[in-house]
């Protein structure tokens, strides 16, 4: 029989090898999101690492999560909602952002930005997150703390909403 | 005919890669029979690009409104606090320990002391014998019982 400590110390080397893969394969799709949300490469930088910090710490949360993809999006919200509230929201950083401004919407698009505005914010994380980060519904979920059917008939209803817009053209 | 809401849904399911595959087999199968329904997987793909389109083009959508910190937490009853709950809950025990402790009283009460008062059915005198009654409990000062032989009720206080 093998000794506790050996199989705690082989169970947290397979943790910590699961959470360099996540990092590998989540990097980009969070900095985009923290560059998205915050506006400085530099800002999302620091956002990120922390975020990764906060994973590895909760290493052993991330097996019993039904989603670590989603897991690790939802501590990257809670990691982005606390930069809000320290005030380290937003900080303009016009190298980076260049490659996220849109260009020159056409009406039907400003008028779809304007109905997606007006939505709540937990509609619009949503659309985010399924749309720009593809996310699945099981991930959002996760991330959010919300159950599936929630995540769902929210998704529905924003969709229905744009919709009506669409048709009153 | 499937219901024009349930189409909706499933078709955004469709579109957004979250139908299995068997359910996804069955909605293709169920629009190749119902023309009608392609016009409205047509008008949902239109919506479902139209979303895509927007949000990645758009990234101050995805920043919170000025103030925001945590979303707050979804409840399935918003109107139900726990306090409330308890109290209801209390109530509940409450009522359930009432009735059981009517009920047992009822029967520990037994047929002792009985005064029977009236008698229904045929030209039998007030007072005749009547068989088990039917209904017991603490709070339950008569009792009405079909006596089969005589064919009436009787109607007895309980003390």
């Known amino acids: 029989m093998l000794a506790p400590t050996y199989l705690w110390e082989r169970m947290r080397r397979r943790e910590m090898k699961d959470v360099e893969q996540l990092y590998l394969d989540s990097r980009q799709a969070l900095t985009v999101y923290f560059l998205r949300r915050h506006r400085s490469a530099h800002v999302a930088e620091d956002l990120l690492q922390e975020t990764f910090l906060r994973l590895i710490r909760r290493v052993e949360q991330v097996r019993l999560a039904g989603s670590p993809r989603g897991y690790l999006f939802g501590i990257a919200r809670h990691v982005s909602a606390d930069a809000w509230r320290r005030g380290q929201g937003e900080q303009?950083?016009?190298?980076?952002?260049?490659?996220?401004?849109?260009p020159r919407p056409?009406?039907?698009?400003?008028?779809a930005r304007e109905t997606i505005a007006g939505m709540p914010d937990l509609q619009r994380e949503i659309l985010e997150l399924r749309f720009h980060h593809d996310l699945?519904?099981?991930e959002m979920a996760?991330?959010?703390g919300i159950p599936m059917?929630?995540?769902?008939?929210?998704?529905?209803?924003?969709l229905h909403l744009l919709r009506e817009q669409l048709e009153n053209e | 005919m499937m219901k024009p809401e349930t189409l909706s849904?499933?078709?955004?399911?469709?579109?957004l890669g979250e139908l299995p595959p068997d359910a996804r087999e069955l909605?293709?199968?169920?629009?190749?029979?119902?023309?009608?329904a392609q016009f409205e997987a047509a008008a949902v793909a239109r919506v479902v690009g139209l979303a895509r389109e927007t949000v990645c083009q758009f990234p101050d959508l995805s920043r919170p409104a000025p103030g925001a910190g945590r979303h707050p937490k979804i409840r399935p009853l918003p109107w139900l606090r726990s306090g409330q709950v308890r109290a209801a809950a209390v109530v509940v025990v409450a009522a359930v320990a009432g009735l059981w402790a009517g009920y047992q009283t009822g029967l520990a009460a037994g047929a002792s002391g009985r005064a029977k008062l009236a008698y229904s059915g045929g030209d039998r005198a007030p007072g005749a014998e009547a068989g088990r009654p039917?209904?017991?409990?603490?709070?339950?000062?008569y009792r009405v019982a079909y006596d089969g032989a005589r064919k009436g009720f009787a109607v007895e206080e309980c003390r």
């Open chain 1, 92 to 102: 303009s950083d016009q190298g980076r952002l260049a490659e996220l401004e849109a």
């Open chain 1, 106 to 111: 056409d009406q039907r698009l400003a008028a």
């Open chain 1, 136 to 138: 699945s519904y099981a």
């Open chain 1, 142 to 144: 996760e991330a959010l």
């Open chain 1, 149 to 158: 059917g929630t995540v769902r008939s929210r998704l529905h209803n924003a």
């Open chain 2, 9 to 15: 849904a499933l078709l955004m399911d469709r579109e």
């Open chain 2, 27 to 36: 909605l293709e199968a169920y629009l190749a029979l119902v023309p009608g």
């Open chain 2, 134 to 141: 039917r209904y017991e409990g603490l709070w339950t000062r």
